[in-house]
């Protein structure tokens, strides 16, 4: 059973910074991908950023492009966001997911607050 364990969020200005760390029950190359999505009240859950085991390549929706940056450790088996310029638009709770043919993982959700 996998387990991939978020943290990191929290209140902040808008303006401000968090990373996100994501922490996974076993090695992260065993994933096709590695990823985090969020989901607003009353929107549906959103790709915000993923990472490829092979060659890390890396994709980013548009509406984070410049702010974000996802990275990963893997002796420490976690992926990263870095989050910065928040907005009040970024309030969301966070989900780390991980990919395989087939199957995906979720964690439970860090949230995250952008608010004066």
């Known amino acids: 059973q996998v387990q991939l364990v978020e943290s990191g969020g929290g209140l902040v200005q808008p303006g401000g910074s968090l990373r996100l760390s994501c922490a996974a029950s076993?090695?992260?190359?065993?994933?096709?991908?590695m990823g985090w999505y969020r989901q607003a009240p009353g929107k549906e859950r959103e790709l915000v950023a993923a990472?490829?085991?092979?060659?890390?390549?890396?994709n980013y929706a548009d509406f984070v492009k410049g702010r974000f940056t996802i990275s990963r450790d893997s002796a420490k088996n976690t992926v990263y966001l870095q989050m910065s310029s928040l907005k009040p638009e970024d309030t969301a709770l966070y989900y780390c997911n991980a990919r395989n043919i087939g199957t995906a993982y979720w964690g439970l959700g860090t949230q995250v607050t952008v608010s004066s």
């Open positions: 076993r090695n992260i190359f065993s994933f096709i991908s």
């Open positions: 990472i490829t085991s092979a060659g890390a390549i890396t």
